[in-house]
């Protein structure tokens, strides 16, 4: 029965963010039951072309890309596919009215990746935009159920929380990016010897764009609004931690935030948030 391929297909795409990120997982779950599947179906397709440029090291990426390209306009416009990740992502799409152009957009991102190794300032905002801004528009249509009018007013807000996690992620991730793959995302910083003040500069970046996106949080429909304080909180947190690093130990580990310390997190933004706090 179809039926089953469906809850099969779902259940994959939430087994990958479970085994690839807790703090999305704990976001996730911390959402109202009725829109986990289709945020959970986002990441699962999100991740699946990230681990194509990012980890399919040996093969040909352009052409895996292109092909995950291909197969996942056919799932969309075809409404199926073998391939349960994109069947469970081209349900939400045409459930919640995802805008192509966004998907396109995250694509052509994901493509950057395989032959850009330095960005400058135009580069570097195309690539926010199509690694991270639109994903978080792709589960905003999730949270507004398709209401074009709730989706305008809260864009500009969902588009600095994506903004700010993907440059919290950069910060993270500094060595690997650069040691292991050779890229620099930050535009005119020197990463062999990253100094206080590019790290500052970097850092007040994402501060504005943190500052920006909590008031739009406290404007989404409830039932999305504590899973994306959720998020936000770990995030925060990570750079706060990130923010108390020197600029060398940046470069030579990843900075993590512990399990119990997440849970913790976990438990704050839900006393937060039932205290109307959010």
Request: net charge positive; hydrophobic share 40%.
């Amino acid at each position: 029965m179809k039926v089953l391929y469906d809850q099969v297909s779902a259940k994959i795409s939430k087994c990958i963010t479970r085994k690839y990120s807790t703090s999305f997982s704990l976001g996730i779950y911390m959402l109202e039951k009725q829109i986990h599947a289709p945020i959970y179906s986002i990441y699962g397709f999100v991740r699946l072309a990230d681990e194509i440029v990012d980890s399919f090291h040996g093969y040909d990426k352009k052409n895996l890309l292109n092909k995950f390209r291909k197969d996942t306009e056919d799932a969309i416009s075809e409404k199926i596919s073998t391939n349960p990740v994109l069947h469970a992502f081209q349900a939400t799409v045409n459930d919640f009215g995802i805008k192509g152009e966004l998907i396109h957009t995250f694509l052509d991102s994901m493509e950057m990746d395989l032959t850009r190794k330095d960005y400058d300032q135009v580069s570097f905002e195309k690539y926010i935009l199509g690694s991270a801004e639109v994903v978080g528009l792709m589960c905003l249509q999730v949270f507004v159920n398709g209401n074009d009018n709730e989706y305008e007013r809260l864009k500009p807000a969902a588009k600095k929380l994506g903004a700010a996690f993907q440059k919290v992620n950069f910060l993270r991730d500094l060595r690997a990016d650069f040691s292991d793959l050779g890229r620099s995302y930050f535009p005119q910083v020197n990463l062999r010897q990253l100094s206080v003040e590019d790290k500052l500069k970097i850092e007040n970046s994402i501060q504005e764009d943190f500052d920006l996106a909590l008031e739009g949080i406290k404007k989404l429909p409830r039932c999305a609004r504590l899973g994306v304080y959720t998020a936000y909180v770990y995030y925060y947190q990570l750079f706060r931690k990130i923010k108390h690093t020197p600029p060398t130990l940046i470069m030579q580990r990843r900075i993590r935030i512990s399990n119990p310390r997440k849970l913790y997190l976990l438990f704050k933004s839900y006393i937060t948030f039932n205290f109307r706090l959010v």
